[in-house]
């Protein structure tokens, strides 16, 4: 029943490498969004998807490309994984496009050594 | 530009005090308020909003205009509320949530 699922939970990872994040969400909304948590706890969008558009894309390093095969996916895959790559990444859904309540999953630990 | 300010980082109060969890924004327009909580191990997941104008858990938070603020309030601290906070006010140009920094709230027993 969960509304928006995201794996890997925890994902331990050597620098270089290419790594993959997915995300769904059952709650038939148009829009999906990548976010970055710092280890600050600092979130900031990366990318905002309506009808598997991309609407934001923020200053992030082209090594980051979402994909959206159909709306209620939303998939994050990262090249060249750098240390400062090192977060947690949230994925979030909306039911439309600027509504400002947004259903989390429940994060993505990515650790890069 | 669009801000919005959460100026404690960090926030300890005893259980059974009130709370006052400071959000400043700045915005030209009218704005739309939320409040976020992230407790420990868990999604972040939405508090409240200013346009309902709800208590949740015994949370209100009231939008005031001539300072700018929406601050998110409570009268008796439980142990429970020990949690990560964010206020998002604001929206951009591209219609997105303007996040704050957050505060990390500890309830002390």
């Known amino acids: 029943d969960t509304a928006v699922s995201q794996t890997p939970k925890y994902l331990v990872t050597q620098m270089g490498n290419d790594k993959s994040i997915k995300c769904e969400q059952n709650l038939g909304h148009d829009t999906m969004y990548w976010y970055k948590q710092d280890s600050k706890k600092f979130l900031k969008i990366m990318f905002s998807y309506n009808n598997k558009e991309l609407i934001i894309n923020e200053t992030v390093p082209n090594r980051f490309s979402p994909k959206s095969p159909d709306k209620a996916h939303l998939n994050l895959h990262i090249n060249s994984l750098e240390l400062g790559d090192s977060a947690v990444y949230f994925c979030a859904s909306s039911h439309k496009f600027g509504a400002g309540h947004l259903y989390f999953g429940n994060g993505t630990r990515l650790t890069v050594t | 530009a669009q801000r919005v300010t959460q100026p404690e980082k960090l926030l300890s109060v005893f259980k059974g005090a009130p709370v006052e969890l400071k959000c400043n924004y700045s915005y030209s327009g009218s704005p739309e308020l939320f409040w976020y909580v992230q407790y420990s191990r868990q999604r972040l997941q939405l508090l409240l909003r200013?346009?309902?104008?709800?208590s949740i858990k015994g949370f209100t938070a009231d939008l005031n205009k001539g300072e700018t603020s929406f601050h998110l309030k409570k009268p008796f601290a439980q142990e429970e509320d020990s949690a990560m906070y964010y206020c998002?006010?604001?929206?951009?140009?591209?219609?997105?949530?303007?996040w704050g920094a957050g505060t990390k709230l500890i309830i002390k027993p």
């Open positions: 200013h346009i309902s104008r709800e």
């Open positions: 998002a006010p604001c929206r951009d140009s591209n219609y997105q949530l303007i």
